[in-house]
């Protein structure tokens, strides 16, 4: 390590703990019987759902359409709407959402979406993915067409394909690629019609060879999709340091990877690409690791959106110890919940029920400036000198030391011996940033609203005023003269 | 159940400051055994004296002062106890140690803020109080006595770079062979090869740089032997000049201090560089022979300075 040459900078080696879930197949959740679809899977919009409590559902039926930054959404299974309403959320910080409350028949019906699984044209394929509601599944939960759309009118060399899985104890993309690795290769073909480019890469962290091997053998007819493996070396999988690790680029700042000729897709959306293009099946399901200390039996699951936490938990034999801390995805990246009583979303990747022995120690010492952070951080930056400046308020100092920049993996708060958490300070630092950019915005807005309102009113005054006019000019001078009021012009 | 909502990383690396200066410790003690069993009880008396005095002071400015930083529990006063005790004469006057141990803590530390506020190296800070305050005592380098062998009296008193800097003369009398183990008059912790096994440990542990460390070397090494080949009847040999006057002492235990030294991979390579130069400067133009104290706090003055010239490089940014 200590003079070797890596294809990211920085990053650290966190233990992997990947065997504790990898060992056992996916296990197929038998149907739940309650689902609460959220309306919001991810930031944007959320969905609008088309249909009402009471209405009969059958599985994959529509049952929310999305807005360009949400993704429909589908019955996993058939059943009755009971309501639409408001349900905790698995969500940072708690809280509710919009939900669709289902209560789910035993019966299996299904439906499926009309699609010409033999569609070649480009823009057909995209529509099929973008009607069966694929999302990016590896983190970013962004619908899958609209960033695919994006290609359109790019030039595009080479598709990555991220099967890193870099966060430790996940292991559900791992079971992905070694469970259903036509599926993924098969979306990965379609991925390069759609998005019209020579060439794919499959890259993936050494740590997973089973991985490797079968992609491999699934790929060797494809002379277009080579496999590539990848050093395990925490953040490999974030985009940025996945696409400077395979084609030794980097994404200049303020640019999106299409620009460098490059798109990122993780694999188990690969998986549902292809589900949905050659079966017309809708993304209604995905699989989940279950894992951590407290948890009697670590696996994968395979669920319907919008099941319980607390089901997933009961059928990994529930919890054998206290989980001192629930988190919702990776232990580097993911958030903590408190409540098990909330349904999983397209985006959810992992759960984990981390005891104490797991977890970081909470007392913080000072910053003994001991450049660590510094050395880590795959972005470059200053951890401890932004933390700094966030800790005085001075959030404009810290967004020129390139806050913005900040992928939050939280390398710099593993390392530091200080245990700082400096991924907080971060991650108030841009909510804050974000929240006083709203504002500058929405008063903006508001300005503008305002200017286009009197524009409007005074347009409008002219305009009565020239009828009047040519009333009276029809009706002759009968009557008295009179002006209009100051209020009769403003309405 | 009750779950705590704290923020991500939810796994650690499980280093601490209070596991990296237990670690600093150990890499100390080979070279402060090795230093107490040449030159005896008094030696050891210096080291627990100023041990005692150091935890003492830092106790007593944090029980005054609630808002420093730092526990009692980190272990860096201890660290700064040893490594001002390793550079002293080791007949030094026990009280006279602690004294310095006590300034190395109260002024060189706390009165910044407590751990981490601080911009010099406590110990290099104590070391020169104590030169500019007692020169004699600090310039006075017994011979080694150890306990057990009975060493012919080939020592003159003075040490190594001393000798060189009285007579003029670069030819000396101690043989390179107990000049690696450190069996010459000297500073208390000075056996190179030990210092070199307890800080390549370091190195292993990943408790210092190797950046500051190889540069320091370096920035000494090559111009002593530039001058060398020059002057080779006045400049003490390269070699010599490695394995004396604390340069070891200073390369890894000294010059790695995080607290002073830069954060950027960088500024270490320039900070080392700047170190390993001024050292070997002071030594040959100077007025005092051993020139590690001085070049460490030149250095520290102008580490935040190094520090912001050598921000790396954004992931994306064009240059
Ligand atoms: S790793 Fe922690 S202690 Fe070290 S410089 Fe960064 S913030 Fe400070
Ligand atoms: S969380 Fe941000 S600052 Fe810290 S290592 Fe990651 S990118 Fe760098």
């Known amino acids: ?491 | 159940m009750s779950t705590l909502l704290l923020s991500a990383p939810h796994i650690h690396s499980g280093m601490t400051v209070s596991r990296l200066m237990r670690q600093v410790i150990l890499g100390l003690l080979p070279a402060l055994v090795f230093g107490i069993y040449l030159f005896g009880e008094q030696a050891l008396l210096l080291v627990v004296a100023s041990m005692v005095a150091a935890i003492i002071s830092e106790w007593l400015c944090q029980k005054c002062q609630k808002t420093t930083i730092g526990r009692l529990r980190d272990g860096s006063a201890i660290v700064t106890a040893l490594l001002l005790v390793m550079s002293l004469p080791p007949h030094f006057p026990w009280y006279l140690g602690a004294f310095g141990a006590a300034v190395a803590v109260i002024l060189g530390k706390q009165v910044y803020g407590g751990l981490g506020q601080n911009l010099f190296n406590p110990a290099m800070l104590a070391r020169v109080v104590l030169l500019i305050s007692f020169p004699v005592a600090m310039t006075s380098w017994p011979a080694p006595e150890p306990l057990f062998i009975n060493l012919a009296d080939a020592f003159t008193g003075a040490t190594t770079l001393g000798a060189v800097m009285e007579t003029g003369s670069s030819e000396i009398n101690t043989g390179i062979i107990t000049m690696l183990l450190g069996i010459a008059p000297g500073s208390l912790g000075e056996s190179p090869l030990l210092l070199l096994l307890g800080g390549i440990w370091m190195i292993w542990k990943n408790v210092i740089d190797w950046r500051i460390v190889v540069s320091l070397i370096i920035g000494c090494f090559i111009p002593s032997t530039i001058a060398w080949l020059i002057s080779p009847d006045t400049i003490l040999s390269p070699l010599a000049q490695l394995s004396s006057g604390g340069l070891l002492l200073a390369a890894f235990f000294i010059a790695t201090d995080p607290v002073t030294s830069p954060t950027t991979p960088k500024g270490r390579y320039w900070y080392g560089l700047g170190c390993g130069l001024l050292i070997f400067l002071i030594r040959v133009f100077g007025a005092y022979p051993e020139g590690v104290a001085f070049a460490i706090l030149l250095m520290n003055a102008v580490s935040p300075l190094i520090e912001s010239c050598t921000r790396q490089r954004l992931y994306g940014e064009i240059k």
């Open chain 1, 1 to 491: 390590m200590l003079f070797s040459h890596s294809l990211i900078k920085g990053g650290v080696h966190p233990e992997g703990r990947k065997q504790l879930s990898n060992d056992n197949d996916i296990m197929r959740l038998p149907a739940p019987k309650r689902l609460y679809i959220s309306l919001k899977q991810h930031t944007g919009l959320p969905a609008t759902a088309v249909v009402r409590a009471g209405d009969k559902v059958i599985a994959g039926q529509l049952i929310a359409t999305g807005s360009g930054s949400s993704a429909n959404l589908h019955a996993p299974q058939s059943g009755v709407v009971l309501k639409i309403a408001t349900h905790r959320a698995a969500i940072p910080g708690g809280g509710e959402e919009l939900m669709i409350h289902m209560l789910c028949d035993p019966e299996r019906q299904n439906s499926s979406l009309k699609v010409d699984n033999d569609a070649k044209d480009r823009v057909a394929l995209i529509d099929i993915i973008e009607a069966a509601g694929v999302v990016g599944m590896g983190g970013a939960v962004f619908p899958a067409a609209t960033k695919i759309r994006s290609t359109l009118n790019k030039q595009i060399d080479t598709l990555l394909i991220n099967g890193c899985e870099c966060e430790p104890y996940l292991t559900c993309d791992d079971k992905v690629m070694r469970e259903q690795s036509v599926e993924v290769i098969g979306g990965i073909r379609y991925l390069l019609q759609a998005t019209a480019a020579p060439k794919a890469i499959i890259g993936i962290e050494d740590n997973k060879p089973e991985a490797l091997q079968i992609l491999t053998d699934a790929a060797s007819e494809d002379s277009n999709i080579e496999i590539k493996s990848l050093p395990t070396h925490y953040p490999m999988g974030s985009a940025k340091q996945f696409i400077q690790a395979l084609c030794q680029v980097e994404v200049p700042k303020g640019k999106r990877s299409t620009d460098v000729g490059v798109f990122v897709q993780n694999v188990a959306t690969c998986a549902a690409i292809y589900n949905a293009i050659r079966y017309g099946k809708p993304m209604t399901h995905r699989v989940v690791t279950l894992s951590g200390g407290a948890l009697e039996k670590p696996m994968n699951i395979e669920a319907p959106i919008g099941t319980l936490i607390s089901e997933l938990v009961a059928s990994c034999g529930g919890l054998k110890g206290t989980a001192s801390r629930i988190v919702i995805g990776g232990p580097m990246m993911g958030h903590t919940i408190s409540n098990m009583h909330t349904p999983i979303i397209k985006g959810t990747s992992g759960i984990l029920f981390l005891e104490e022995s797991e977890l970081p120690q909470k007392n913080s010492s000072p910053c003994v400036s001991c450049g660590r952070c510094v050395s880590v951080c795959p972005m470059g930056l200053l951890p401890n000198a932004m933390a700094e400046l966030v800790a005085n308020d001075d959030l404009e100092a810290s967004s020129e030391q390139g806050l913005n920049s900040c992928l939050l993996c939280g390398s710099c708060a593993f390392i530091c011996p200080a245990s700082l958490p400096l991924t907080q300070y971060f991650t108030y630092a841009k909510d804050e940033l974000g929240r006083q950019r709203k504002m500058e915005n929405k008063a903006q807005l508001a300005r503008r609203l305002n200017q286009q309102r009197s524009e409007r009113l005074a347009k409008e005054a002219t305009e009565k005023a020239a009828q009047k006019a040519a009333k009276k000019a029809q009706r002759g001078a009968t009557r008295p003269k009179r002006t209009p009021t100051t209020a009769e012009q403003e309405i």
